[in-house]
């Protein structure tokens, strides 16, 4: 299945039906009077999240989506049938934006919610319903109201509890693979993952959602390489792994490019609990180890992880941090008791 993130959609509420003008006539029935039923309501246009979709690749294919138009009324004072409406099935993460991809309309981020996109039109009133003590046989009837038409912008944000950053080949997808039973393409030149995976990774009997998107390269914020188009699926992450690579000339400068990038994608990414792993350490001695980690140190300002993903050593010390920092997440996001029992 191919993956897709972002899509432009068309939707179209049903019209409703128009009212009817009849009139009775009957054998010896003299005055039979107006009978001229409502017209149907137009179906609506829903969005819905469901389980088992990661992609949005079904809208490439289909963008105009449009409800059914309610019938009109007919004699007897017979109603018309209401229009069927249409549900947009979407996965869990998706925001729905107006058409200047800003304004956020709607973010479904579980299973089961639904949002009304666009409301069907009332069915327009019979000439039944116009007829008074002094007009008993009205002429007239309403028609029924349009339908809302909306151009919209579906954006897929994967719901994770961690992502990976870092720059091409600084080991992204080797880490992804080593840790979880995803099974991301890796080679020895960049630019190997070309959209995010996701992964379940495990720890001291424990789970957590691991996200890896395409690497960023100095410049991304202004369109080079893949651009930063990718970095909205770790805006949802608790804690984000930035993963550089040991074998670099530069390590210092390689965790500057992409924190400058982050900088510049969002301040909300930046800003976001970060653990920073020097990987790639078994192709490194002892002292060339100490003099890259003590430099990486130094340029992010917090303590550096030596890992290598390729062989699992010191891979269980990440996840345990990371661990940490979603468990601190999930505390902070769970609601307080608002009362304590007492006996």
Same mark, same amino acid.
């Given at each position: 299945?191919?993956?897709?993130? @972002?899509?432009?959609? $068309?939707? =179209? !509420?049903?019209?409703? &039906?128009?009212? *009817? %003008? !009849?009139?009775r006539r009957e054998k010896f029935i003299e005055? #039979?009077?107006?009978?001229? &039923?409502?017209?149907?309501?137009?179906?609506? %246009?829903?969005?819905? *999240?469901v389980p088992a979709l990661n992609t949005l690749i079904d809208f490439r294919y289909r963008q105009h989506f449009l409800a059914q138009n309610g019938r009109p009324g007919m004699g007897r004072q017979r109603t018309g049938k209401d229009g069927e409406d249409v549900v947009l099935k979407v996965p869990a993460g998706t925001e729905i934006l107006e058409e200047d991809q800003e304004t %956020?309309?709607?973010?479904? +981020?579980?299973?089961? $919610? =639904?949002? @009304? @996109?666009?409301? #069907?039109?009332? &069915?327009?009133?019979?000439?039944?319903?116009?007829?008074?003590? +002094?007009n008993q046989a009205p002429r007239r009837a309403n028609p029924g109201q349009d339908g809302v038409e909306r151009v919209l912008w579906l954006r897929l944000k994967l719901i994770a509890d961690a992502g990976l950053a870092g720059l091409p080949n600084a080991g992204k997808s080797t880490f992804l693979a080593a840790t979880s039973n995803a099974r991301p393409k890796i080679a020895d030149y960049p630019f190997t993952t070309l959209h995010p995976n996701l992964g379940v990774v495990?720890?001291? #009997? =424990?789970?957590?959602?691991l996200a890896d998107i395409p690497g960023l390269i100095e410049g991304a914020s202004?369109?080079?390489?893949?651009?930063? $188009?990718?970095?909205? /699926?770790?805006?949802? *992450?608790?804690?984000? @792994? /930035?993963?550089?690579? #040991? +074998?670099s000339e530069d390590v210092a400068q390689d965790f500057a490019v992409i924190d400058r990038e982050l900088a510049l994608y969002s301040p909300t990414v930046h800003d976001k609990p970060r653990i920073v792993g020097l990987n790639k350490i078994d192709a490194l001695d002892a002292e060339t180890l100490a003099e890259r980690r003590a430099s990486l140190e130094e340029a992010a300002g917090r303590r550096v992880y030596a890992l290598s993903a390729a062989t699992g050593d010191g891979v269980v010390a990440v996840l345990r941090a990371l661990m940490s920092e979603i468990d601190a997440r999930r505390q902070a996001d769970e609601p307080e008791d608002s009362a304590s029992w007492r006996p």
């Open positions: 299945m191919k993956f897709l993130d @972002l899509a432009k959609i $068309q939707i =179209r !509420s049903g019209s409703g &039906g128009d009212g *009817c %003008v !009849s009139f005055f #039979g009077g107006p009978d001229g &039923g409502d017209g149907g309501r137009g179906g609506d %246009v829903w969005a819905e *999240c %956020v309309v709607a973010d479904l +981020t579980e299973v089961g $919610q =639904r949002v @009304l @996109l666009a409301k #069907g039109g009332n &069915g327009g009133w019979g000439n039944a319903r116009f007829k008074t003590a +002094t495990g720890v001291d #009997g =424990r789970e957590f959602v202004e369109g080079r390489g893949l651009g930063d $188009q990718f970095l909205g /699926h770790i805006e949802r *992450c608790a804690v984000l @792994l /930035h993963l550089v690579d #040991g +074998t």
